[in-house]
């Protein structure tokens, strides 16, 4: 079955760190494309950061510096580092990959709360 899996949220002080994980269960994983996306109470869902197929990675402003995305094709896995984390980070954190050439899918993971505390 085509999934994505999500782990690694939590609850942590300001200023801590945490790693979230995707787990795709996916065909050619290296040539998709792989985001991160969070959704805040109240508030519409933003991207966050995404990697394409070689590597290169984008970031938004708020996170530069601090969030690192990655992934290991050998383990069909992504993952979101998330250091001098800050309360404005809370938010339900989602994975997304996407592959646009056949087979072409467009996933979503189940979501994960990270909760920043001041």
């Known amino acids: 079955q085509v999934q994505l899996v999500e782990s690694g949220g939590g609850l942590v002080q300001a200023g801590g760190s945490l790693r979230l994980s995707c787990a795709a269960s996916v065909r050619f994983f290296s040539t998709s494309t792989m985001g991160w996306y969070r959704q805040a109470p109240g508030k519409q869902r933003e991207l966050v950061a995404s990697?394409?197929?070689?590597?290169?990675?984008t970031y938004e402003d708020s996170v530069k510096g601090r969030f690192t995305i990655s992934r290991d094709n050998a383990k069909n896995t992504g993952y979101l580092e998330m250091n001098r984390l800050k309360p404005e980070d809370t938010a339900v954190y989602y994975c997304?990959?996407?592959?646009?050439?056949?087979?072409?899918?467009?996933?979503w993971g189940q979501g994960t709360q990270v909760t920043v505390s001041s």
């Open positions: 997304n990959v996407v592959r646009r050439l056949f087979p072409s899918y467009n996933l």
């Open positions: 990697i394409v197929s070689g590597d290169i990675t």
